[in-house]
């Protein structure tokens, strides 16, 4: 298995290239990421520190792989990329970084690492440099050591997000959502923003179980800095009972480009993208095609046609292949119908699937009955009782089945004999629409 | 052409025959059309009447159209359907009846005239007998001359359907929605009931046009008993603009069986069906199922997740083909795109196709930008003005393609200058989600 022939964790001289190149490169470069994968980190940041000109055969190769990712001519030029990535170099000097965010409970987890989230390589030339963490750490603990019991395991997380922008209705289906998917046993993915965000990863936090470590807020910037700062509170909670990531370095601002690029990576490690509330144009919309470009089932909660902060939602029910889900247990199936891996290990995702009869049984009050006893049933009275003469010609039915069809209901305790005639056993509710 | 060749209206023979048999034979009764259609209306009602056993051919033909029907081998005993029929023989003394009807502004639409409406065909051999009709009549008017121009025509009628359960929100959206497709010059068709029906038999009455009859309402019973009572008033309404149908003939009472059987007439006189709300099991879930079945595209309008009286619209967006519709213009874009010969004589549907952009334009916002102008409008303080060797800093970017991205986002009136350095035009008021 190629697992033993992997050392866990990647040499540190790597993870510190990944540390340096991840503060020089900004999310969505997609050179950046090509040129690390062809040259290794190690030679790219030298060629960025070194101010030396990329060789041929250097500048040939990573051409070559831009181009089979589909990057413009322009987009490939190796040197302007170098040229970009120098503007930050001042910014490097701190080799104490690591060290320092390990005191913190963080660290950074780097491709070559054993635990890195796989599901990460569908983001193909967009898979980030590198995945800073953060856990609820303490000075005589190794991040490391903790870190993968942490991170959303492939088919087993969902992401639920939304708005900022939330009613009281987004809120409660964000929070109960969230809350009973923690109780199947899902990671609960978000950005830890106001509104959705917040309620969803409050949700998942009062629906963890003892052992499970439930909720994911992936940032837009570093994770030493919570942002919004308003949700100190909630992210205290988040390090406690899960995880914060960030492509982002510590001390990096979110800028809405960075908003954008993050949303990527909250698609890329859920098996599935749920959105609660969003207006029309709400950058949840975002992480909802970024998941359908990878191959994610996206499911959206209907609202109020009257709600603007459900109209982001209908158009992705109206314009995409996006799913109608209502519960936890919709999501669930979502991710049982499209997610992969995760049926087998989810005896409760083929219990919701039952729950929902098919389309077919619009009748199913009805089944029981054919269409002669229907109609008998249909012809007797709801409050009295009438002869099976009176039946006959009510439902339009010979005399012999309308014997034999009324000793069927009877069985079904439909219908009721009483003083020498028939009538229904219990008054109709409702008679049809 | 065909029209020239057909008389506009049947012979009066043929006309009473299926009044006849319209109230000997029950609706879903698939021999008795099929029957009527091999035999004719008159052989068959003969048939009945005298108690002749049918001759070996006529059981032979009448037997093959079941079969290529589908019916049953016992569905499709013609001696045993006569036997059926003949147990209401005592109610078709009356020859009266039409022209009765007449007086109050009533009569018989058939096959066999040129006014019938050919969407009924879609059923097949559920093509109900005849169409009972009743307008607004006066004694001196011939509700023959006037009856056209109250059918629905094809492609430009939408049935509004859901529960008599309504809640204020899905009796607005009726309305509402209904009201604006009278405004589209739509015919609304719907089932007179409490509830969604009536909420959306007034929105259309309160938006139609002048000289444009909207309103169409079927009933599961007689068109002279308008049920239910308490929906008197709707009904004058109705009637004084537009039409009430009904395959049963005049007296018969409706039935949960003749309710759900009335849907498929509703179905197929529509090129599309709304559902605006349903329970998790309601009779308006029939009339999608039946539009369904004969290819007409269906609409549920969506709703609270926490509404009971949403789950059946939520089930058919889960389970079926169905499309969510918000509004009236959405309702458009659905019989547009593929409702029958709908395209050519309706601008605002074009209009309305427009309305939506593509799911694509998620980013519409940035769209005009470049990645390295959107970097650097992200890169610039929102209050304060910075310098270009600092936003190089921070965008990642060598101080030429700030200056060139600088002006460009200057042209677009993104940024202003001030006190020697750049800030933002506006503030951001939404960083992302």
Redesign the interface.
């Known amino acids: 298995m190629l697992a033993d022939n992997v050392p866990a964790w990647a040499p540190e001289g790597t993870r510190q290239a990944r540390a340096d190149l991840s503060r020089?490169?900004?999310p969505?470069?997609l050179l950046g990421s090509i040129t690390v994968s062809v040259l290794g980190a190690e030679r790219t940041l030298h060629l960025i520190r070194s101010g030396q000109k990329p060789s041929a055969s250097d500048q040939q190769n990573v051409g070559e792989a831009a181009e089979s990712s589909g990057l413009t001519p322009r987009q490939r030029k190796l040197s302007e990329a170098l040229?970009?990535?120098?503007?930050?170099l001042?910014?490097i000097g701190d080799t104490q970084m690591l060290r320092s965010l390990g005191r913190q409970g963080g660290g950074l987890l780097i491709p070559e690492d054993a635990a890195w989230p796989r599901q990460l390589g569908d983001l193909g030339a967009a898979q980030p440099i590198g995945l800073w963490f953060r856990l609820s750490g303490s000075d005589d603990h190794d991040p490391y050591a903790s870190v993968s019991g942490h991170l959303p395991r492939s088919g087993r997380s969902v992401a639920v997000?939304?708005?900022?922008e939330m009613t009281d209705?987004g809120g409660?289906?964000a929070w109960e959502t969230a809350r009973e998917l923690a109780g199947y046993s899902v990671t609960v993915i978000s950005?830890g923003?106001y509104?959705i965000?917040a309620a969803a990863h409050r949700g998942t936090l009062a629906g963890a179980q003892r052992g499970h470590r439930p909720a994911i807020a992936v940032l837009?910037g570093g994770v030493d800095r919570l942002y919004p700062a308003g949700n100190e509170g909630l992210f205290k909670d988040v390090l406690r009972h899960g995880i914060v990531l960030s492509e982002m370095a510590p001390g990096s601002a979110?800028?809405?480009?960075?908003?954008?690029q993050?949303?990527r990576i909250i698609a890329a490690l859920s098996a599935a993208v749920v959105v609660v509330e969003?207006r029309w144009?709400?950058?949840?919309?975002?992480t909802a095609?970024h998941a359908m470009d990878i191959g994610r089932p996206v499911g959206a909660?209907?609202?109020?046609?009257?709600s603007a902060s459900?109209?982001g939602c209908?158009?992705?029910?109206?314009?995409?292949p996006a799913?109608?889900v209502?519960?936890a247990a919709?999501v669930m199936e979502l991710v049982a119908a499209e997610g992969p891996h995760i049926g087998a290990q989810a005896p409760e995702v083929i219990e919701s699937s039952q729950r929902?009869a098919?389309?077919e049984d619009?009748?199913?009050?009805?089944d029981g009955l054919d269409?002669a006893a229907?109609?008998i049933?249909?012809?007797l009275p709801v409050r009295r009782v009438t002869t099976p003469g009176r039946l006959?010609?009510i439902?339009?039915?010979?005399i012999p089945?309308i014997f034999a069809g009324l000793s069927r209901l009877e069985r079904t305790r439909l219908v009721r004999r009483s003083q020498g005639g028939w009538g229904r056993a219990a008054p109709?509710r409702?008679?049809?629409?």
């Open positions: 020089l490169i900004e969505g470069d040229a970009r990535w120098r503007t930050r001042a910014q997000v939304g708005s900022r209705y409660h289906v950005g923003a509104g965000d837009a979110p800028t809405r480009h960075r908003f954008l993050r949303n969003a144009r709400s950058g949840a919309l975002s095609h909660v209907p609202g109020s046609v009257l459900s109209a209908h158009r992705l029910l109206r314009h995409t799913h109608v209502t519960d919709d929902h098919p389309v619009f009748f199913s009050a009805l269409e229907r109609r049933y249909d012809a006959s010609e439902a339009g039915l010979p089945q109709s409702d008679i049809g629409s």
